[in-house]
């Protein structure tokens, strides 16, 4: 299976691409920064948004991951920029390359529609813009809070916690707040791009 990888420096990134390639998935990773990608994932084929169309010929899917959190505090036209037009040039590249399936992560607060966060906002106009799209498959993947071998978000406040609190900590957040495994989602995207 070849898969593309938006956004593999994120949290998220960084935890599914071993993941993925444990499957034995061919990766092709892309980003802003492709010398911080080498350096992250050596040895992994790496490439820039302005060359993913050419790059993308002969994948099977795309997971975007690129986004700009909802722990940020910019204005809704920094979010468009980032959470609708990329994913929109984005998605345009990997649909005339010919990738089959377009697998979008997105977050469950896209569904509230009384959220007001530039955050939620954006993504629900990402979605809006890919419930409108022919020519590729697309999935959209409404995650909670997402964990993995460490905390980021609003999970990272684990982190700064004596190790063996963490596990009781957590307990109590999951209780609270929808939480899924990193690897959840790795299956889910291996599910997806199949």
């Known amino acids: 299976m070849k898969i593309i990888v938006t956004g593999a420096s994120g949290f998220i990134g960084r935890e599914i691409v071993p993941f993925l390639k444990k499957a034995n998935a061919e990766l092709l990773l892309v980003g802003r920064d492709t010398d911080r990608l080498k350096s992250l994932f050596p040895g992994d084929r790496v490439t820039s948004y302005e060359n993913l169309e050419m790059e993308a010929r002969g994948y099977d899917a795309l997971v975007h991951l690129a986004v700009m959190n909802n722990d940020e505090s910019k204005q809704i036209s920094d979010f468009r920029a980032v959470n609708v037009t990329l994913l929109e040039t984005v998605l345009n ?8 399936t377009f697998i979008n992560t997105t977050t469950l607060h896209a569904s509230q529609t009384g959220s007001l966060s530039s955050y939620a906002q ?6 809006d813009v890919l419930s409108r799209t022919d020519g590729i ?10 964990y993995g071998s460490t905390f980021a978000g609003k999970l990272a406040i684990l982190s700064k916690l004596p190790a063996f609190l963490r596990p009781i900590a957590f307990q109590c957040l999951a209780s609270l707040k929808p939480t899924v495994n990193v ?3 790795a299956e889910a995207i291996l599910n997806s791009a199949q």
């Open 122 to 127: 954006t993504k629900r106009e990402a979605e």
């Open 137 to 146: 498959a697309v999935v959209n993947l409404r995650l909670p809070a997402v």
């Open 93 to 100: 590249s990997a649909r005339a390359a010919g990738v089959k």
């Open 183 to 185: 690897n959840l989602v």
